[in-house]
C-alpha cells in the first residue's frame, strides 16, 4: 500500500473537486437567497429562523477556523442528540 500523500499531492488530487463543491454550495446559498423568503400565507417562519440554515452557517464557520477534526464536528452539527431511551420510543 502507498504511502500517505504530501499537502502539495492532496492538493493536486483534490483541488479541482473540492473547487466544484464550494461553486456547487455557493449557487445553493445563493438558490436560498434568492427564493422567496417569507411565506405567502404568513404561517411558515421566515428561512433566516430555519434550524437548518443555521446549522449549515455553523459548518461553514468550522470548515474555516483550522482546528482540524472536521468531519466529525460537522457530522455532530448535523446529528440530532444521543437519546437514551430511543429503543422504548414508539
Same mark, same amino acid.
Not at 32 to 49: K, Y
Not at 62 to 81: A, C, K, N, Y
Given at each position: ?16 473537486? #473540492? /473547487?466544484?463543491?464550494?461553486l ?6 445563493? *438558490?436560498?437567497? %434568492?427564493?422567496? +423568503? !417569507? =411565506?405567502? @400565507? ?17 459548518? #461553514? /464557520? ?10 466529525? *464536528?460537522?457530522? %455532530?452539527?448535523? +446529528? !440530532? =442528540?444521543? @437519546? ?5 420510543s414508539?
Amino acid at each position: 500500500m502507498p504511502g500517505k500523500l504530501s499537502a502539495a499531492e492532496a492538493i493536486d488530487r483534490w483541488h479541482l473537486e #473540492l /473547487r466544484h463543491r464550494i461553486l456547487d454550495l455557493a449557487a445553493g446559498l445563493d *438558490r436560498i437567497d %434568492h427564493a422567496r +423568503s !417569507d =411565506p405567502i @400565507d404568513g404561517a411558515a417562519p421566515p428561512v433566516t429562523q430555519d434550524p437548518r440554515l443555521s446549522r449549515i452557517r455553523e459548518a #461553514l /464557520r468550522l470548515l474555516t477556523d483550522g482546528r482540524g477534526e472536521r468531519t466529525v *464536528r460537522v457530522q %455532530h452539527i448535523f +446529528s !440530532d =442528540p444521543y @437519546d437514551p431511551g430511543w429503543r422504548s420510543s414508539p
